[in-house]
């Protein structure tokens, strides 16, 4: 390593203690070499000036030359702006700000000549441009003229002078030090073979490019490399595992499992069920210990493979448990599982915390001995009281509910750690799962039973309750029921606790024929339980609730979702209580109820849910439109990721074209020890160093 590189960014000409401080605490920018990978995140072509007569509110960045005729302050509270009315003497433009405006006044003078970069838009038959970048003309150099780089900068940033031109700056004395390359970063042969561009001229184009084509490789070569990384880590990770952990075997298929298939099966198994059990019979019969990821939207019949699977176990003599994320979800799976095996000698079990005394000891002991073959249950299984003869395979069911830290614990219920799969209804778009569950093989349920009515979603201004409640009657007096769904994001907002007991009443007073029943968060556990049951037995027609009812819960007769405030709640979560509906034979509906106001995001996800019923899409529009840190699920997934430059929506087919690349080097090089890999293995040692969240999944 050169010097200069790690060295502290406050010696940098331009920086100092100061400002070092603010780049350290905003962007974890210690050294000129973090300062040299933070990118701009936008270029502006600069090598042109519009004129004001071409614009037409359709183009993307411009810049303009021209001068401030007059300012003009408009609106009120939040619509309070400064107008710069600008012309270039072929048309005037108006230029907006909606803060600062007295620190632009002072700023900006009438009559200088300007170089004004921006987006146009038409308002009123206008063009504007709303928060451009303004710099004086006599600034901006012919010779940097070109691709201008631009980079985000934080409001304390601002304060402290470190806006995008002093990054630019800045950026520039770092380049400025560069005499000779820098050590590559992969290895030669990955280079030459795909036609990467070095790794310096990558660093020198992202930042200053020399043309657009030269930008366009810069970018690829740093995207591939950052993907590259991500997976050759998690491939690396998975290949450690498969080494560590042998798997038991379970080598054939019985008469436990064939008895059910012949005598007990209520229906025909759709191909993409047949198609998984297929993976996954392979996976336990491989001597590798399997991890799997099973997605299926909701209703989609996973509970059935679950329990095929199980059923393989047990003809090979292992116990299978199974764990959902709450009572209520465990108590039906524990019902459906038994109903399902009426008739056959297979021993299946309820553990849950309410289970306690007797009839608990009995269950243990059956554990121990190997009489129960089958334990359904909560996270009372995976208590350390709980002990197994021989425990061969785990189900977990609807898995964000569950940390890596409890999946962990499970490993230890035998001498090898049992096979493990994973159920989830949160579907996760595939290129995301591969980065985030990388040492989890995905398999996917990717269609419904036959002759379910697609749920016809509509959208309803709360204003016209009264021809809801009209639909909804007639619902009800057909036999149906009806949930009923309040926003509460965190358990403890006052507001909308009183927003779902106001609605509730309004309900009851609106139904008076009807039996209510409510439920949310803040209630005992046993009390909520009590509550679901009357909506599950079919007292209670309506159940006003929270979003407590989002996971799992199957009540075929219910078919009215209608979801309030809809405008708070996120696509995933849409979507997946609009899967709470739709599970019986009837045509199910949902109903987004929405103020009259929405923005735009609001908008999409409405006109989204309304169009489709498929969680795939649904999940990657909610991917595009939140960005993939907020996912449902990707907190706890132990695998966060930063990625720099590659964008997991965009470079999905480059993801996976460079998964391929790492699985190649991995394969030939299992041991590390091929001197033509050296400088990958280093370099993926380095970065485990410096990433917490990579060290943490090794
Ligand atoms: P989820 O994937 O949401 O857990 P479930 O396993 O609860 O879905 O299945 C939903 C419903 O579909 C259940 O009532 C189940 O009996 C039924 N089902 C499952 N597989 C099939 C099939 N192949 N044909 C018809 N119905 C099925
Ligand atoms: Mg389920």
């Given at each position: 390593?050169?010097?200069?590189?790690?060295?502290?960014?406050?010696?940098?000409?331009?920086?100092?203690?100061?400002?070092?401080?603010?780049?350290?605490?905003?962007?974890?920018?210690?050294?000129?070499?973090?300062?040299?990978?933070?990118?701009?995140?936008?270029?502006?072509?600069?090598?042109?000036?519009?004129?004001?007569?071409?614009?037409?509110?359709?183009?993307?960045?411009?810049?303009?030359?021209?001068?401030?005729?007059?300012?003009?302050?408009?609106?009120?509270?939040?619509?309070?702006?400064?107008?710069?009315?600008?012309?270039?003497?072929?048309?005037?433009?108006?230029?907006?700000?909606?803060?600062?405006?007295?620190?632009?006044?002072?700023?900006?003078?009438?009559?200088?000549?300007?170089?004004?970069?921006?987006?146009?838009?038409?308002?009123?038959?206008?063009?504007?441009?709303?928060?451009?970048?303004?710099?004086?003309?006599?600034?901006?150099?012919?010779?940097?003229?070109?691709?201008?780089?631009?980079?985000?900068?934080?409001?304390?940033?601002?304060?402290?002078?470190?806006?995008?031109?002093?990054?630019?700056?800045?950026?520039?004395?770092?380049?400025?030090?560069?005499?000779?390359?820098?050590?590559?970063?992969?290895?030669?042969?990955?280079?030459?073979e795909y036609h990467l561009m070095s790794l310096t001229d990558a660093l020198l184009n992202i930042h200053f490019p020399g043309n657009a084509e030269l930008l366009r490789k810069a970018q690829y070569r740093l995207k591939f490399e950052e993907l590259f990384y991500v997976q050759l880590?998690?491939?690396?990770?998975?290949?450690?595992?498969?080494?560590?952990?042998?798997?038991?075997?379970?080598?054939?298929?019985?008469?436990?499992?064939?008895?059910?298939?012949?005598?007990?099966?209520?229906?025909?198994?759709?191909?993409?069920?047949?198609?998984?059990?297929?993976?996954?019979?392979?996976?336990?019969?491989?001597?590798?210990?399997?991890?799997?990821?099973?997605?299926?939207?909701?209703?989609?019949?996973?509970?059935?493979?679950?329990?095929?699977?199980m059923l393989i176990a047990l003809d090979n003599g292992y116990q299978a448990c199974m764990m959902a994320p709450t009572e209520i979800l465990a108590n039906q799976h524990y019902e459906t599982i038994r109903e399902l095996l009426c008739g056959m000698d297979v021993r299946v079990e309820?553990?849950?915390?309410?289970?306690?005394?007797?009839?608990?000891?009995?269950?243990?002991?059956?554990?121990?001995?190997?009489?129960?073959?089958?334990?359904?249950?909560?996270?009372?299984?995976?208590?350390?009281?709980?002990?197994?003869?021989?425990?061969?395979?785990?189900?977990?069911?609807?898995?964000?509910?569950?940390?890596?830290?409890?999946?962990?614990?499970?490993?230890?219920?035998?001498?090898?750690?049992?096979?493990?799969?994973?159920?989830?209804?949160?579907?996760?778009?595939?290129?995301?799962?591969?980065?985030?569950?990388?040492?989890?093989?995905?398999?996917?349920?990717?269609?419904?039973?036959?002759?379910?009515?697609?749920?016809?979603?509509?959208?309803?201004?709360?204003?016209?309750?009264?021809?809801?409640?009209?639909?909804?009657?007639?619902?009800?007096?057909?036999?149906?029921?009806?949930?009923?769904?309040?926003p509460l994001i965190k358990e403890s907002e006052k507001i909308d606790l009183k927003n779902l007991e106001e609605g509730y009443l309004h309900v009851c007073e609106a139904f008076p024929d009807c039996t209510v029943c409510k439920v949310h968060g803040q209630m005992k556990p046993a009390?909520?339980?009590?509550?679901?049951?009357?909506?599950?037995?079919?007292?209670?027609?309506?159940?006003?609730?929270?979003?407590?009812?989002?996971?799992?819960?199957?009540?075929?007769?219910?078919?009215?979702?209608?979801?309030?405030?809809?405008?708070?709640?996120?696509?995933?979560?849409?979507?997946?209580?609009?899967?709470?509906?739709?599970?019986?034979?009837?045509?199910?509906?949902?109903?987004?109820?929405?103020?009259?106001?929405?923005?735009?995001?609001?908008?999409?996800?409405?006109?989204?849910?309304?169009?489709?019923?498929?969680?795939?899409?649904?999940?990657?529009?909610?991917?595009?439109?939140?960005?993939?840190?907020?996912?449902?699920?990707?907190?706890?997934?132990?695998?966060?990721?930063?990625?720099?430059?590659?964008?997991?929506?965009?470079?999905?087919?480059?993801?996976?074209?460079?998964?391929?690349?790492?699985?190649?080097?991995?394969?030939?090089?299992?041991?590390?020890?091929?001197?033509?890999?050296?400088?990958?293995?280093?370099?993926?040692?380095?970065?485990?160093?410096?990433?917490?969240?990579?060290?943490?999944?090794?």
């Amino acid at each position: 390593m050169i010097d200069w590189v790690a060295s502290d960014i406050k010696f940098l000409p331009g920086v100092g203690p100061q400002r070092a401080a603010v780049l350290n605490k905003e962007l974890d920018i210690y050294t000129q070499h973090d300062l040299l990978y933070y990118f701009p995140y936008k270029y502006v072509d600069r090598s042109r000036i519009y004129s004001i007569r071409e614009l037409d509110g359709t183009m993307p960045y411009i810049q303009l030359k021209g001068q401030i005729l007059s300012f003009e302050e408009a609106g009120e509270g939040r619509q309070r702006r400064l107008i710069a009315h600008f012309s270039d003497g072929t048309g005037v433009v108006d230029l907006v700000w909606f803060q600062g405006i007295k620190y632009l006044l002072g700023k900006y003078k009438i009559r200088q000549e300007y170089i004004v970069f921006g987006r146009p838009a038409m308002f009123n038959g206008r063009v504007n441009i709303a928060h451009p970048d303004i710099d004086l003309a006599t600034d901006v150099q012919m010779s940097s003229m070109g691709l201008q780089p631009y980079y985000n900068t934080t409001e304390k940033m601002k304060r402290s002078f470190l806006n995008s031109q002093m990054i630019v700056k800045l950026m520039n004395n770092v380049i400025k030090q560069i005499k000779e390359p820098l050590p590559e970063t992969l290895s030669p042969a990955i280079v030459s073979e795909y036609h990467l561009m070095s790794l310096t001229d990558a660093l020198l184009n992202i930042h200053f490019p020399g043309n657009a084509e030269l930008l366009r490789k810069a970018q690829y070569r740093l995207k591939f490399e950052e993907l590259f990384y991500v997976q050759l880590n998690i491939l690396r990770y998975a290949r450690d595992r498969q080494r560590k952990y042998r798997g038991y075997v379970f080598s054939r298929v019985g008469d436990i499992f064939n008895t059910f298939y012949a005598r007990n099966l209520p229906f025909q198994l759709t191909s993409a069920q047949k198609r998984v059990l297929k993976e996954i019979r392979r996976d336990v019969g491989s001597g590798r210990q399997m991890n799997r990821l099973l997605q299926g939207d909701v209703g989609s019949g996973k509970t059935l493979v679950a329990l095929m699977s199980m059923l393989i176990a047990l003809d090979n003599g292992y116990q299978a448990c199974m764990m959902a994320p709450t009572e209520i979800l465990a108590n039906q799976h524990y019902e459906t599982i038994r109903e399902l095996l009426c008739g056959m000698d297979v021993r299946v079990e309820l553990l849950t915390g309410s289970i306690k005394g007797k009839r608990r000891e009995g269950i243990l002991q059956g554990l121990l001995s190997g009489d129960v073959q089958i334990l359904i249950g909560t996270h009372a299984v995976i208590e350390d009281t709980v002990n197994f003869a021989s425990l061969g395979l785990v189900v977990i069911d609807e898995q964000h509910r569950f940390g890596v830290a409890q999946r962990a614990r499970l490993w230890t219920k035998n001498v090898q750690p049992p096979h493990v799969l994973v159920m989830t209804a949160t579907p996760i778009p595939r290129t995301l799962a591969m980065t985030l569950y990388g040492d989890l093989d995905v398999s996917v349920i990717d269609e419904l039973p036959p002759g379910r009515k697609p749920i016809a979603t509509l959208h309803q201004f709360d204003n016209n309750r009264a021809s809801l409640y009209r639909s909804v009657r007639k619902q009800i007096a057909e036999g149906r029921q009806v949930y009923i769904v309040y926003p509460l994001i965190k358990e403890s907002e006052k507001i909308d606790l009183k927003n779902l007991e106001e609605g509730y009443l309004h309900v009851c007073e609106a139904f008076p024929d009807c039996t209510v029943c409510k439920v949310h968060g803040q209630m005992k556990p046993a009390e909520k339980d009590e509550q679901m049951q009357r909506f599950v037995s079919g007292e209670a027609q309506i159940m006003v609730a929270t979003t407590v009812i989002e996971v799992g819960v199957n009540v075929p007769n219910a078919s009215v979702m209608i979801i309030e405030n809809a405008e708070r709640f996120g696509l995933s979560q849409l979507h997946q209580l609009r899967g709470r509906v739709g599970r019986g034979a009837d045509q199910s509906y949902c109903i987004l109820v929405t103020g009259y106001k929405l923005s735009e995001d609001t908008r999409k996800r409405i006109e989204i849910m309304v169009r489709t019923n498929d969680g795939f899409e649904i999940a990657e529009a909610d991917l595009k439109l939140r960005g993939p840190g907020d996912l449902e699920g990707t907190q706890q997934s132990g695998v966060a990721f930063d990625l720099k430059i590659a964008d997991i929506v965009r470079d999905g087919q480059l993801l996976q074209y460079v998964r391929g690349v790492a699985q190649q080097l991995v394969d030939a090089d299992p041991n590390g020890v091929d001197p033509e890999n050296e400088i990958v293995w280093k370099q993926l040692q380095a970065l485990c160093k410096t990433n917490v969240n990579w060290a943490a999944i090794s």
